[in-house]
């Protein structure tokens, strides 16, 4: 049986990094196009929604033939939950008497996902899974050069009581990303966070985890998606 899967796509007009983030041109389209076209791009996908409480953004996904959720303001400011966006997007949903199987959000931070990443999270999705993200491994290991810095100044590890002397000894560490989330509406909906449940981690390539947050993020995301092995994946 085939499942139904609606992407959502998270907009805020807000941001203080970065002003109007999410509709940066890279590579000749504005972060939120590159997110829909991928979406369109996905054959699992049934429909598309823009969860946003800006005018501009909602404009840029209405000329792209997507539907818009509009966002109640007090979950678009900038220490809102986006789990409780997730809620209220699939609370809209919902009202539309609109039912689906499986949830994909695709952040417009990670132009530099390709196709096959977001494929092999949505076949992620098994019966014994609550949700799926991405992941890549750790340049820095919380037990050798990580550390925290006290009110005296002073420097401990992260795992400072830990016995492990070898960094070979150490388990494998993994920063996480932003390239899809995939998850259920009812978990979503029953949950307060993500990790309530049973949540796996698709390994994908650094090089294709930018997570576009400040200035250099969008330097280096630019300069990486204008190179022609990375527009062919979004344009």
């Known amino acids: 049986m085939n499942k139904k899967t609606f992407c959502f796509i998270f907009a805020r007009g807000n941001s ?15 972060l939120l196009v590159h997110s829909i076209n991928m979406a369109k791009r996905l054959k699992e996908v049934d429909r598309i929604f823009v969860s946003t409480d800006c005018a501009e953004i909602s404009d840029i ?13 007090d979950l678009a400011q900038d220490d809102s939950s986006e789990w409780l966006a997730w809620q209220h997007a699939i609370k809209y949903v919902e009202a539309l008497e609109e039912k689906f199987d499986r949830f994909l959000s695709l952040p417009t931070t990670a132009p530099l996902r390709t196709k096959e990443d977001i494929e092999r999270c949505l076949l992620a999705l098994k019966k014994d899974v609550d949700l799926v993200l991405t992941m890549s491994k750790s340049k820095r290991s919380p037990w050798f050069n990580m550390v925290t810095r006290d009110e005296s100044s002073r420097l401990n590890l992260i795992f400072n009581k830990s016995r492990i002397n070898r960094r070979q000894d150490t388990p494998p560490c993994y920063d996480l990303t932003t390239i899809a989330y995939v998850s259920r509406p009812d978990y979503i909906l029953k949950s307060s966070s993500m990790w309530d449940g049973i949540v796996h ?11 576009i947050d400040n200035p250099f993020d969008y330097s280096v995301a630019r300069l990486l998606m204008e190179q022609s092995k990375f527009t062919e994946y979004n344009i």
């Open 16 to 30: 203080k990094g970065i002003p109007k983030k999410n509709i940066l041109p890279i590579a000749g389209l504005p």
């Open 61 to 73: 996904a209405y000329h792209q033939k997507v539907d818009v959720i509009k966002r109640p303001l």
């Open 201 to 211: 981690g698709i390994e994908i390539p650094s090089e294709r985890c930018i997570d």
